[in-house]
């Protein structure tokens, strides 16, 4: 039924979109901004979002409705990205995994423990100068990134407490849907079961795989702590999601209205940013208290240790990581 749902909401959009029809109560000759993302109304990227809309309304609102769709109802985000890409809508929020096969660039962010802190992951992704570079990447295939939006530290997360490496051996863990993601989830000797995030929660719960890994919200934004009851804290990545939005379209802006646009996104990541903080805290306060969910403290040294040799490999078999390697390697070492 939900199938049907999303394929009936698409179809509109995209019918719309090409001026064949309109969704109800949107003839008034604005013209509308759709945005699909994959999390709920209560996540932080949904309320960044809310920012984002009311800024560019605030300022453009004789000219420009922006319209959000959250919960993958246009479909998951590889889904979306297509539609992204040719325009039936204008922006989604996905994460880098799900850009690596249109800029491999982006394989980076999958690398385990490639950031040493936090502050160096904010530092790199908030140095808006540089990564405009990496952002333009995606222009051939007709998209660009305009802002970030912090999305945590990804831990593995299970159904069986996992205390050392070797307990992820033979364990079937959901990946995102990228090579290097698979790869990353092998090298800790899981056997790695690549899908959307929609699907991850009756895959857990119905034993098709036995666990996955993600940060604190995935267990009570998208309720996966009802099914996996353990999570251990061996911090192996932090991805970033990006807000990506049809070529086209933002060229087809005036400098003073892609201007707008530009500060709508950098409002949303601050309030994303801010929002994100007090979510994990209240996250996991709801998933160790009102779930049942365990936080299991690991050796962390045990886990860098596992994966010691895929920094190398990737960088080996890649060399566009190579600059935006060395640079968080300069960013690494000042909070050392
Ligand atoms: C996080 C992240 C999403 C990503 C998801 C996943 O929720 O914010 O962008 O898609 O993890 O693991 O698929």
Redesign the pocket.
Known sequence: LRRLFVCLVCLCVVMSAQGCGSIAGVSSGKRIIRISH??SETHP?HLGLLKFKEYVEENLGDKYEVQIYPNEILGS?QKAIELTQTGAIDFV???T??LETFADVYEIFSMPYLFTSEEAYHETMNDTDYMEKIYESTDDAGFRVLTW?N??T?SFYAKKPIYTPDDLKGLKI????SPASVKMANAFGAAASPM??GE?YTAIQQGVIDG????E??LTN?KHGEVAKYYSYNKHQM?P?LLIGNLKFLNSLSDEEFQVFKEAARLSTEVEMEEWDTQVQEAKDIAQNQMGVEFIDVDVQQFKDKVAGVQEEMLESNENIRDLYDHIQEINKKYE
């Open positions: 994959a999390q990227e985000a929020v996905a994460g995994a799900n939006y999305a945590g990804r959901r990946v995102q849907q959307s995030f991850v996955a890994e993600n940060n919200l995935a998208n991805v999601d």
